[in-house]
């Protein structure tokens, strides 16, 4: 990039960053203008109460002592926010790793985005599904539909929310059913052909007694990478998912809520883009030698030539009881039990390309968990509150991959071994000698992973001043846990009759499906724990200092363990991850309730930081995962609001320099030839320093009985890398991108019709670059979406 483009997107970034910080500005002058009228001010002017569940009961979020950042039920609607793909627009130094839904990963503040292949680990953000632990991030890749809110808790959440917390968690509750009738109908359509409905009633079944909640959708949305080859284009996505609901009150003080779920994904999956082509000598000139062309393409038309299937299911099933018990000023006890059932199937033709070369390589998730969570909370607004519990789960996970190799693999690698595969009838690897002879060839392999995990703990915010502005507040939380792991990887066919020697050159380009065998078990326990003191300096302002610590389980490589990688820390084991947090900061509201400004400083540090790292052998890479070293995250976090009459603005800015502590021994880019790089100092993986986002909102009724609103979202992030070995070829550039929305409401707010763009302004952009691959000289990475316009129709029953 010139200095002169370097310079012009700096300066895109700085005025992003101004006009929001402007935009601030004036909402807090003019939030003071309308202070000093004296005319009184009617409830809409004021921000609403917003209520979290972060201490394991409801509170109003600007009382509780930790960074939390919510998204309501009608933002959610508004701005049409379906999946985390959408949500990490939403968070400050949030991010979200997703190639399909097995492969979901999400960080915070750096913290927890460890990459491609994490079978063997658990992720680094906690993910709660009303009120229930959910085990691999992937079970909730889809769709979310009829959600009351969604709060992100940053820093280590281990005293309340579990072990593997270290960066944050995600709380997702849904709509309760009501004694009140109620229901509601929506239905979009927009460009690529999307297509959804969304639909929800709620009501008694017996007064006072039994009340019922049915939540149903359905969404379709064409691929928008043109597949060359003739086949449907890539990264198309269906889903489907219904919830019942039954809440119960056997008296005023007993209540059980009872949820039934299933859902559905199909992913036509995105197969990355090549970009640019480092090494000529390699994959292009074979494939032009045979006669092919490699297609090259970028962020703007992001245009694949894949001939074979790729594609992604997943099956979710659950099924959860609450059963709520107030004792009065005995306190309450809370009963969460649940049993979850995930099934995820991928199908790849992984050489990306119109060669018959791998036209089938997958991985299929079986993931079966059974929770139980029982807590006792004191009664609320005493001196002292406490909340104390225990926790248990059984977690099982089966790993069913699997590679077949065509007539054209020769093309695609070059030869894994002259020994193996050596001259034949005066013919070489590269010239086909043994092209039928590979057709067919397939491994398979099977991994199972079993975890068992029990926890007690306790939190007790204690106000020992007579005026309450003075809390203490202190949680400890030990846990135990069983984990054990079997591989097995075997020939599944072998149609050309290759020896061993040569099975064994191929099973080195299995990826998760290799030949070979391999047991492990381990025990792992953990403290976590956090103390804090606030101080409500006024009624609407306070301040916060916390220290906490998490813990995050150890784990198991997916596959057997090399002796040959362990200089760059594999092993059949990965270590545990410890995180201590340091934070400070202030919650406050000013101009009686208008504008709210939240400002947090946080410095951490994670030792035995688990990543996954690949090494070039040959043809491919050997993937594994390993401790890196320690990683440490330090930066500060700004969030506004204001309301303003008719116009609402909400924003954050945050700063988060996230770098490799320790980590003197990673595996290098491919441009290198080096064994081992130095990252200790550099910015990690996924983690822009820099993270904004701004929405304005105005609301007017110009017509009696309507009410038209403008809403205009925009976000920035500054540049990223998106390989953990920092590869020059996987910079992300920095990039911002706006969405607007234009509707009315109609019948007294009951019917809204909404016409919007996202992508504004069209712009190319890349959410994963995967950086150079040596053994075939490309570089290629995922484009974001390009602009998608279309319109929304909700109609409120009531």
Partial sequence: MTKQKRGLRIKRGLAFLFSSSMLLTVAQARAAEVAADPKPAV???RLEEVMVTARKRSEDVQTVPTPVTTISAQTIERQHLANFTNFQYKFPA???????????????????NNGFNTDGIDGSVGIFVDGVYTGRQGMVSGDFSDIADIELLRGP????????TTAGAVIINSKLPTFTPEASIEATAGDYNLREVKASVSGPLMQDKLAARISAFYSDRDGNYPNRSGRPDANARQGQGVRVQFLAKANDDVTFRLILQHTEQNFNSTGPVTLSVYNPAALQARMAAAGYTLLVSDASKREVNIDAPLTASTHANLVSGQLDWNLGDKGQITSISAFQNWTCFTNNDNDYTQLNAIPD????NVERQWSQELRWASPKDRPVEAVAGVFLSKQYLGVNSRIRFGNQYYIWAANPSASAFPTLGGKTWAQGAYADAIAGFGIRSYASFHTDTSAVFGNVVWRPMEDRKLALNLGLRQTWEDRDYAYSGWVESNLGNLNAAQVTAMSAAGANAQVGRATDSLTDKSLSGQVGVSYRVTPDVMAYVNAARGHKSAGFNLLPFDPNTAVYGAA???KGETSDNIEAGFKSEWFDHRLLLNVTAFDTEVKNYQANQAIGVGNTAVKFLANVGSLRSKGVEIESEARLGDLRLKGFVGYDKATYASFHNSVCPSQTTALTCDLTGRQVAWAPKWTSSLTIDYSHSFVSGTTSYITLDGNWRSTQNTTITLDPAAQIKSYALANLRVGTLFVNNRLDVQVWAENLFDKAYYINLLGLTKSTGLIQGYPGN???VGATVRYRFQ
């Fill in 572 to 574: 059949q084991d990965v």
């Fill in 361 to 364: 390589y997958g991985s299929c």
């Fill in 43 to 45: 409830e809409s002017d």
């Fill in 157 to 164: 959440q281990g005293t309340l929310f579990g072990k593997n």
């Fill in 94 to 112: 949030f991010s979200v790793y997703l190639t399909n839904p097995k492969q979901q990963n999400l960080g915070i503040r750096g913290i927890g």
């Fill in 786 to 788: 390009p602009r998608t």
